[in-house]
C-alpha cells in the first residue's frame, strides 16, 4: 500500500484524490506513523431504484418514536 507524508498529502490532494482507481488506498503518515487512509469510493448510481434495499437487514430501536426528554409536557 502506498504511503505519502502529510505534508506531501496537503500540497497536493487535489492529485492525489483524482489519481486514486476505485479500491485503491493511499496511506498519509506524520513522523512515520499512518494517521489517515485515503480512498476512492465508488460512484453510485441516483436516484436509488424502488426495492433496492428490499434484502437488506434493517433495524430500529423500540423506542425510535418516543418524545425526546428535553421535549416532554
Do not use: Y
Not at 9 to 23: E, F, M, S, T, Y
Not at 28 to 40: G, H, K, V, Y
Not at 45 to 73: I, T, V
Amino acid at each position: 500500500m502506498p504511503t505519502i507524508t502529510l505534508e506531501e498529502a496537503q500540497a497536493k490532494l487535489r492529485d492525489l484524490i483524482h489519481n486514486l482507481l476505485q479500491g485503491e488506498e493511499l496511506v498519509i503518515t506524520e513522523n512515520d506513523c499512518p494517521i489517515a487512509r485515503l480512498t476512492r469510493s465508488p460512484r453510485t448510481l441516483w436516484p436509488c431504484q424502488p426495492g433496492s434495499a428490499k434484502d437488506k437487514r434493517h433495524w430500529m430501536a423500540e423506542d425510535f418514536d418516543a418524545p425526546l426528554e428535553g421535549f416532554k409536557c
